[in-house]
């Protein structure tokens, strides 16, 4: 079942650990390809170092402050494409990163699998018909961890366990 509207209107704590364990899945024309997310992160707001809406609304983190289920996918390092899911209220910038899925061990290489770029930034994944994420009522244990990559960040935002993980 396609995850509604209210799943990603919460907080972005309660969507990351939530989201572990869910279908990923995109379309291209007629190839459909889907993949278990195994691995989030939570970024909340301009109050969190390590969220790119600290500085403020930019022309790049202007996704985060859109509604939920906004997909906000950029670049980094000018190589790999990552995407987010927008949570909670409008102009409250949170968002969860997909960090991993199985068979794609990194936020690059999923979206690699799955074919996403710079087209699907400000899609809304809850009526797109490009991608979307389903429930398949599968449950798993999630364990946390902090957050990786972040060493821009204060060291007490680095060190919080937003990272929620696919423990099997």
Not at 35 to 57: Q, S, V
Not at 121 to 132: A, Q, S
Request: with cysteine; net charge neutral; charged share 30%.
């Amino acid at each position: 079942m396609r995850l509604a509207y209210e799943f990603y209107h919460r907080d972005c704590l309660t969507v990351a650990r939530e989201l572990v364990g869910k279908l990923l899945i995109t379309k291209k024309g007629a190839d459909e390809k889907c993949l278990r997310i195994t691995e989030t992160e939570a970024y909340f707001g301009e109050n969190d170092t390590a969220c790119h809406a600290h500085k403020g609304r930019t022309k790049r983190s202007e996704a985060l402050y859109m509604d939920a289920g906004t997909v906000y996918v950029y670049l980094c390092y000018g190589i790999h494409h990552l995407m987010n899911v927008i949570t909670g209220d409008i102009d409250d910038p949170q968002g969860v990163l997909i960090r991993a899925c199985e068979n794609a061990k990194g936020p690059g290489i999923l979206t690699k699998k799955l074919g996403i770029d710079m087209s699907f930034n400000r899609r809304d994944i809850i009526t797109d018909d490009l991608i979307r994420i389903e429930d398949d009522g599968s449950a798993f244990n999630i364990k946390t961890a902090p957050r990786v990559g972040i060493g821009y960040a204060s060291k007490e935002d680095q060190e919080k366990p937003w990272r929620f993980i696919l423990d099997r």
